[in-house]
């Protein structure tokens, strides 16, 4: 049953990424309320959570839009990929997913999600090539943890087609900050 699941899971993930590079992934924007996508991400991966003994908690330091305009599946889908993540590469401590809103006067402002993780972190000569399709950290890593090296490359282009982008921050040993931005 779970090597169906890792097939599965394989398959949609070719299927999104032939989308997105023959630019046929629609994008449908309406309004997203945005604590209740992240509420259904944090719903999800509990369970993965609960079951490797980590804390997961979601965070709303200030004041967020009630709704955004955005494609809420693509977010969702988005927010799926980084939070399991970091739940996979987090052995021990937690992921915290903290939400929101900034601007600096010139635009409508962004909403800022950020997944923080106290997992293996990443080596900084992975780092330019993270978001590159097929990269994975190196054979052990892979081996232990799983993964196809599709999910950041195809979490960054959906982030993109929103109008936002995903960025990183890590340090091995210590944890990592993948940080996504959406209008």
């Known amino acids: 049953r779970r090597n169906g699941h890792h097939l599965l899971s394989l398959i949609n993930d070719i299927l999104d990424l032939s989308k997105i590079e023959a630019g046929k992934m629609s994008i449908v924007r309406q309004r997203c309320n945005v604590v209740s996508v992240v509420a259904d991400v944090a719903s999800i991966m509990r369970v993965r959570a609960d079951e490797r003994a980590i804390d997961l908690r979601v965070e709303f330091p200030g004041p967020i839009p009630g709704t955004i305009l955005t494609d809420g599946d693509r977010l969702r889908q ?82 993109r087609l929103l109008g936002g982008d995903v960025t990183v921050q890590s340090t091995p040993g210590k944890g990592s900050t993948f940080t996504l931005t959406v209008p």
């Open 78 to 159: 988005a927010l799926v990929n980084l939070v399991g993540n970091a739940v996979k590469f987090t052995d021990a401590g937690g992921v915290r997913i903290v939400v929101d809103y900034v601007s600096d006067g010139a635009d409508d402002g962004r909403l800022r999600i950020q997944v923080i993780d106290t997992g293996i972190g990443i080596d900084p000569k992975i780092m330019p090539h993270l978001f590159e399709l097929f990269v994975q950290a190196d054979a052990s890593t892979s081996r232990k943890y799983g993964g196809t090296g599709l999910g950041l490359a195809i979490t960054r282009r959906i982030a």
